[in-house]
């Protein structure tokens, strides 16, 4: 199966329903809402999946992609993603593991902006959440946007970080978080 992206390109995905990539709409509203954001920033791309939202950040002048991604296959199909996307001054790393596990590793860098789509019905929001805030890995003006199904209760607050708001776009729901004033 492929998806295409920003400026039209072409990525792979995984056959069936193994990972399941961000729909065309939910990805254009994010990307509009984050506009003039993404050219230079550091994105964290949390159960990466084909890896089309940090491909996409890439494509629209990410600085640097850092992604996280359990399932060997996909980080497969996802290295070739951004290889096909990233230009010889963007940098992208990409850590095959669970991702509470392997978010320490990730201690003393910040990113911008972080996307974070698990599998809907996984117990990884509060977790992922807690580790963000706890190593500090979003940036003081950061956010981040969880994807997750609409009858989802959300936390508002984790922490210092707080849920600035909810958007809603059919089978999908993705709910904005930044650290409290």
């Not at 050219?39 to 964290?44: D, K, M």
């Amino acid at each position: 199966m492929s998806l295409r992206i920003y400026g039209n390109r072409l990525l792979k995905t995984l056959p069936g329903q193994a990972t399941r990539p961000t729909p065309a709409r939910v990805r254009e509203a994010v990307f509009n809402i984050w506009q003039g954001t993404i050219a230079g920033c550091r994105w964290l791309d949390l159960c990466s999946g084909s890896g089309a939202m940090a491909a996409e950040a890439l494509c629209r002048g990410a600085a640097a992609v850092v992604g996280i991604e359990q399932s060997s296959r996909a980080c497969a199909i996802v290295r070739q993603n951004w290889q096909q996307v990233a230009k010889p001054d963007q940098t992208f790393q990409l850590l095959k593991g669970d991702v509470v596990q392997r978010l320490p590793a990730l201690k003393g860098q910040q990113f911008d902006r972080v996307y974070f789509d698990p599998p809907y019905e996984s117990n990884l929001y509060e977790p992922v959440l807690q580790a963000i805030e706890q190593y500090q890995l979003l940036a003081l003006e950061g956010e981040i946007a969880a994807e997750h199904s609409p009858g989802r209760a959300m936390p508002e607050a984790i922490g210092k970080l707080v849920r600035d708001r909810q958007k809603s776009y059919g089978n999908t729901a993705v709910s904005f978080y930044r650290w409290a004033e």
